[in-house]
């Protein structure tokens, strides 16, 4: 396994796709390195990138030694396919070149369907009030190249989506968590199966000095595993939290079964790491949550708005649900691939859904004889009925109005991040009084 900083020195390097990861990437290595750029999206604004953009018809002749794709890019459907599949073994990822240069820092890696970023950003923040130099990175939105002053002492928590994982071949955690596993991205990884193979990538890089944390509960995973060559040491996690650490915790927006099961993780690791219990029960009190996942909007003694827009499937939205009663679900949008709903709702709960957009069928085909349900042509109807329908109520009893579409945005918006400034825009044009 190459590890050395040399690995990515004096090379010719292409970088393919021109997002987040691909503009530090080129960043990072252009100084020491013979860098271009291709993209499928021809326009891109800036002039001083013009230099680096190299044509697809200049690509094969140029002769590069390493690929740095970028994980959005799936080699099944872009515009350099046949190259890829070609020179497979040439591609890397960003996170490949960040391990080169930092191997020596303690890395913890993070994966799962749902929870990283709450995950990372909490460890992180365990971490900072403990005095040590802990920056969450990765997936969550934060390049991994784009750190500065990083000591030996830095500890890095990364959030790796399955797509990273993939395409990744030197990235080695010490740390590694798969918090949960349900059906996702299906249609890049096509079966279920593939889709947990590559998260337990981050598992089989390891060595007997590392650590892989996972839920042995979840019967998926403990087979998978038994099928791999896995040397590091398996920390199991029942995904379950003591009652002496309920009782301390007070933060309501972590009381939800998702975050249980992810905070169940967060106390395996601190206590691998020797972190006082103090500075997590700090941490978890004091989080804020992150923007559009579970975040609280508006509440009142009568009624509460959750913005969970990052939600994009039905698992991510169930525990939710389920710790929830007397809910207006408003949910719709782009469908994931092979995503079921599967939920057996308690007889004290009432849960009505507003489904909006143009994939109406998906949803009411899953919702159909277990949710009442009503269908809206977008996001602003359905939020405006859900409104009229508490105020029909008269509202005796504590309402919450859950925005957890369970969908991709790419129908109408351009990222979650759109999709749930737009909801709170909604809800603050309301001007609601209840």
Not at 67 to 72: D, K, Q, V
Not at 119 to 143: E, H, P, W, Y
Not at 192 to 219: I, M, V
Not at 357 to 371: H, P, Q
Request: with cysteine.
């Amino acid at each position: 396994m190459q590890t050395s900083a040399n690995f990515f020195f004096k090379k010719k390097i292409l970088i393919y796709g021109l997002g987040l990861s691909g503009i530090s990437s080129l960043n990072f290595l252009k100084k020491n390195n013979s860098v271009k750029f291709y993209d499928d999206i021809k326009k891109f604004n800036s002039k001083s990138l013009s230099k680096f953009f190299i044509k697809k018809d200049k690509i094969n002749s140029y002769k590069f030694d390493l690929i740095i794709l970028s994980p959005g890019i799936n080699l099944e459907k872009c515009g350099l396919q046949t190259y890829l599949k070609k020179n497979k073994k040439k591609i890397y990822t960003d996170l490949d070149i960040f391990y080169s240069y930092f191997n020596k820092n303690k890395i913890i890696a993070v994966t799962g369907t749902n929870g990283k970023s709450t995950t990372v950003q909490l460890l992180s923040d365990i971490l900072n009030l403990s005095k040590k130099d802990a920056r969450a990175v990765g997936n969550i939105g934060r390049s991994i190249l784009n750190e500065k002053k990083i000591s030996k002492n830095t500890i890095f928590v990364v959030e790796t989506s399955s797509y990273q994982i993939e395409y990744s071949k030197i990235f080695k955690p010490n740390l590694a968590l798969l918090l949960n596993i349900s059906p996702d991205h299906l249609d890049r990884h096509n079966t279920f199966k593939n889709y947990l193979r590559s998260k337990l990538k981050l598992f089989c890089n390891q060595t007997e000095k590392d650590f892989a944390f996972f839920n042995k509960n979840n019967l998926f995973i403990k087979k998978e595993i038994r099928n791999l060559k896995i040397n590091s040491s398996r920390v199991h996690v029942d995904g379950k939290l003591k009652n002496s650490q309920r009782k301390l915790i007070t933060n309501n927006y972590l009381k939800t079964l998702n975050n249980e099961e992810n905070l169940s993780f967060i106390f395996a690791v601190c206590k691998k790491l020797k972190i006082k219990e103090k500075f997590i029960f700090k941490a978890i009190n004091l989080f804020k949550g992150l923007k559009f996942r579970q975040e609280i909007i508006y509440q009142s003694k009568k009624l509460t708005i959750i913005n969970d827009s990052k939600s994009t499937s039905f698992s991510s939205s169930k525990n939710l649900l389920k710790s929830l009663n007397r809910v207006h679900w408003i949910l719709g949008g782009l469908p994931k691939k092979g995503d079921k709903f599967i939920f057996e709702k308690n007889r004290k709960q009432k849960i009505k859904a507003y489904i909006f957009g143009s994939f109406k069928k998906f949803y009411i085909n899953n919702l159909k004889n277990k949710i009442a349900f009503e269908t809206f042509n977008n996001v602003k109807f359905a939020f405006k009925k859900s409104i009229s329908e508490i105020k029909k109520l008269n509202v005796k009893k504590h309402q919450t109005i859950l925005f957890s579409p369970c969908s991709a945005s790419f129908d109408e918006f351009k990222n979650f991040e759109e999709r749930g400034k737009y909801f709170n825009f909604l809800v603050k044009k309301e001007k609601i009084r209840i």
